[in-house]
């Protein structure tokens, strides 16, 4: 088992883990400037192959902030492990994400970010889109990179299986047959209208956390996935 490392935008590297028994993938994105931020931790176990990827792109303790959609495993599982690598790093989520969970879970205090702030990483900025439930989680939240128009997106069109780094591919097909098999989404009648509203920021690359970089079209890509949850949320009723 290895960490693969692709740069899929400038000064935007994709870290990828595929875990054969699961038959499943694990993305984190690391973009760099002069404040380095890692987008997904990966989960504990992970820690020795991801810490080894980014100490190929950078030195690892020159990390200066972690941050994740929302509180799970995959998401901020070696957060911690992280931060004891990372003297200068700081994780950074969404206000709710802080207040209810990390005050408590991370070994230094979190930076809430409210619902549009900026981060400026100097070389990137990021915007931080509060995002509720979607994919799930009441502290659910993603990043715009300004700089790149790239949406560091989650687990939103989650798949199953390797791929390639990149792709402009079907990226809705693979999503829906995942979330048929996994039932992960926090389907609500607002869902739908959620990711429409991410399909207005005019996004060149959708950096998926478990699916390659997608650089197709993504505003069609984002709307159909919003009928998608709306024909899941109907279905429902």
Known sequence: ??????????????????????D??????????????LFHTGPRGLFPLVSEAVARVMPVEDLRWISFGHVEADECGSMNQWLAASPQATVAQSMTGCMVSLNDLADRPPRPLQDGEVLDLGGHRLRWIDTPHVPHGWEAGIFYDETTRTLLCGD?????????????????????AGEDLFRASSLAPSSGPTVRALADLGVDTLALMHGPAFG????????ALADDYDRRVAATG
Do not use: I, K
């Not at 197709?216 to 709307?223: E, K, N, T, V, W």
């Open 216 to 223: 197709g079209d993504c505003g069609a890509a984002l709307l």
């Open 1 to 22: 088992m290895e960490t693969r490392v692709a740069e899929v935008g400038p000064d935007l590297f994709q870290l990828t883990t595929y875990l054969s028994d699961m």
């Open 156 to 176: 939103l069109f989650t798949r199953t299986g390797a791929y390639p780094a990149t792709s402009t591919d079907d990226v809705l097909g693979p999503a829906a």
């Open 24 to 37: 499943f993938s694990f993305n984190q994105y690391l973009l760099t400037g002069d404040e380095p931020l």
